[in-house]
């Protein structure tokens, strides 16, 4: 419905209450329920007196309107996607996306930036299409949901699927007329998928071998779906000011990767004999460390916030935190928006005893120095065939051309799944997926299939550690086509030169660094290059990021180099590395923090190239 399906009476009553009287509590829910768009209502200019009316609201999302009107009333101009959240909750646009497929029509304005919270993406001018994001809790699926994707691909979709850097699926070339079709079967699948995009918070992630990781201090599975259920659940975890990313480490051999998100959570050890902050002993075992503030498009990574959790409190600190974020976000700038800047402007002492402030009890406060250290990840150890837990049983990494795989693809993993594994499919931040719970005799057989898919499991390939934002085939922000140039250089390079140690490289299109590219061993940041008289696409080139043990943002060491000349270039770097190294072990991150920037564009100039 919308205030033209109205009578009059109907319209001023309405607007009455917007007016400005108590029963104003109920109307963002009322509103949106009816479909409404309050034109006029006066709550997204928010002033002194919508102040006053918003403190009085109790919807769960009331929150967030009292949070706009601290912020206009200390003087600050809502951005419009503040204005437009608050005129209608987006969750409640539902009608809205029904009548615009109902007539084909995309939609225009802020709508778009609503529709995401369904996890609807608009991408034009890339595509005149839908993206829809999906929602799998810690990236893992049974092989039932992955082949239902794959019909609704196929059904209404561009024929595949990409796994993204958040252990997630999307699904591209969606027709306006198909997007409630879409959502309605991936939620009849047991897939809901809101607030995957826009101000929510996104895919919560883990590691893919949560409870088959015979190194894992802990099974973060339980937590990564507490966490996904809560969001659900609660109307208020949406519409934050900005996005917000959650990850679970079990401390096992392939890293969550926690350090890149905003709440990054991780299991440690605690030995004998610790004494915590307020002096009391700390029972030794497996606790969990809260690192906040990641973020590296804006090169920081979350630091330690010296609380130790039981795994009981991580999902209520997490909304905890969250709550926080929604009083203190900027919401007049969406380029400060994000956790980090609340951090940085109150610091993470203060930010945790406001948090606090929200729990029933105070935390636990232990430095992180008398925790156990992690032990090591493998870096590549989501390609390939590994044991797994129990004994006798085998997991396996496929790689994935930058993450896209084809639908015949996609029920092919799943017959695998079913037939020679549990049924279980594993999706990594590394935009590939595991296949869990293999016998060891086996192995062969999956082997054969999944070649016959035209897929691979080589963990010393170029592609192993190759991962690639959509890019300009698919994202209107891209000043590159990252997925192309990234295969092209595998096609290049993997021919002509073996890798004997695991070299991450990340293309991403734009500065929103969807895949990461400061924290990649080789990271490349799309931009526009001048050659000649014309612009043509190409990369700023950095060198030497990592997460975890290996933290650090990458160094830039080419400015604008055209997208044909990266496979050259990439062969010299990694010839130069393997060439200069100073022992067979000395991995890539060492080898570029050895030398000086100048020394390393030295190094790589050198005319190391094969013909
Ligand atoms: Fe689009 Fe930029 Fe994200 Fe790539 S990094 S997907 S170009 S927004």
């Known amino acids: ?59 769960p999302e009331a929150i967030h309107f009292q949070a706009q009107d601290q912020q206009t009333a200390a003087g600050g101009k809502l951005v419009p996607e503040e204005v437009a959240k608050r005129k209608r909750f987006p969750l ?44 799998f809790a810690g990236g893992i699926l049974p092989s039932f949901q992955l082949r239902r994707v794959a019909d609704i691909a196929e059904s209404w979709g561009g024929g595949y699927a990409d796994v993204t850097t958040r252990s997630n699926l999307q699904v591209r070339q969606i027709k306006a007329q198909d997007a409630v079709r879409v959502v ?34 802990y099974d973060t599975r339980p937590l990564s779906q507490q966490m996904h259920h809560y969001i659900l659940n609660h109307r208020e975890m949406y519409g ?34 610790k004494i915590d902050a307020d002096g009391k002993p700390v029972a030794p075992g497996v606790y969990f460390r809260m690192a906040l503030g990641g973020i590296t498009g804006h090169q920081d990574f979350a630091r330690d916030s010296g609380l130790l959790l039981t795994a ?53 406060r232990l430095g992180l120095e008398q925790c156990e250290p992690r032990l090591p ?43 020679h594994g549990s049924g279980s499919i594993r999706l990594t931040v590394w935009q590939n997926l595991l296949i869990s719970d293999i016998p060891a005799e ?27 934002c959509t890019g300009a085939a698919g994202c209107k922000y891209a000043a590159a086509h990252t997925k192309q140039h990234a295969m092209e250089a595998a096609a290049y390079l993997e021919p002509r030169l073996k890798l004997d140690a695991a070299v991450n490289i990340h293309f991403t299109g734009c500065h929103h660094s969807c895949a990461q590219h400061y924290m990649g061993d080789l990271g490349m940041l799309g931009t526009q290059v001048e050659v000649g008289d014309d612009l043509v696409e190409g990369y700023h080139v950095f060198v030497g990021g990592g997460y975890g043990a290996e933290q650090g943002v990458g ?23 393997l060439e200069h190294r100073n022992a067979p072990d000395q991995t890539f991150r060492e080898f570029i923090r050895r030398h000086s920037s100048e020394q390393l564009a030295l190094l790589f100039e050198e005319p190391a190239v094969t013909s």
Not at 96 to 106: I, Q, W
Not at 334 to 360: C, N, Q, S
């Open 377 to 419: 990840v493998d870096k590549h150890g989501h390609i390939g065939f590994h044991p797994q837990s129990p004994a006798g049983f085998w997991y396996v990494g496929v790689t994935l051309p930058v993450g896209r795989m084809r639908v015949d693809q996609m029920r092919g993993l799943a017959d695998i799944a079913d037939r």
């Open 240 to 273: 934050l000011p900005r996005k917000f990313n959650i990850a679970f480490d079990g401390g096992g051999t392939i890293s969550a990767v926690e350090d890149t998100n905003d709440i990054g959570f991780s299991a440690v050890r605690v030995g004998e004999g």
């Open 442 to 468: 086996r192995i062969d057989a999956v082997k054969a299939e999944i070649e016959t898919l035209g897929l691979g499991y080589s963990a010393t390939s170029v592609r192993a550690g190759l991962v690639a």
């Open 184 to 217: 309605e079967a991936l939620h009849e699948a047991g897939i809901v998928n809101r607030g995957s995009g826009a101000d929510n918070i996104r895919n919560i992630t883990g590691c893919p071998t949560a409870g088959i990781d015979p190194q894992e201090l």
């Open 555 to 577: 160094r830039e060491v080419f400015h604008g180099v055209p997208a044909t000349d990266v496979p050259l270039l990439f062969e010299r770097i990694l010839r130069s590395y």
């Open 312 to 364: 009981d409190e991580c999902v209520p600190v997490a909304a905890a935190v969250v709550r926080v974020f929604i009083a203190e976000g900027d919401r007049t700038d969406r380029k400060k928006a994000r956790l980090k800047y609340v951090l940085d402007r109150w610091g993470h002492a203060k930010f945790i005893v406001e948090t606090e402030r929200l729990m029933p009890a105070p935390l636990r």
């Open 1 to 59: 419905m919308n205030d033209a399906d109205l009578t009059e009476e109907q319209k001023n009553y309405l607007h009455g209450f917007v007016a400005g009287s108590g029963v104003l509590q109920l109307l963002p829910t009322f509103a949106g329920t009816l479909g409404l768009s309050l034109h006029g209502a006066g709550i997204g200019s928010a002033s002194a007196s919508g102040a006053a009316a918003a403190a009085t609201l109790t919807c």
């Open 92 to 135: 409640d646009q539902w009608d809205d996306l029904a009548r615009h497929a109902a007539e084909g029509r995309f939609p225009k304005g802020t709508d778009v930036l609503a529709f995401k919270y369904q996890g609807l993406f608009y991408v034009a001018p890339a595509q005149d299409a839908y993206m829809c994001r999906l929602r």
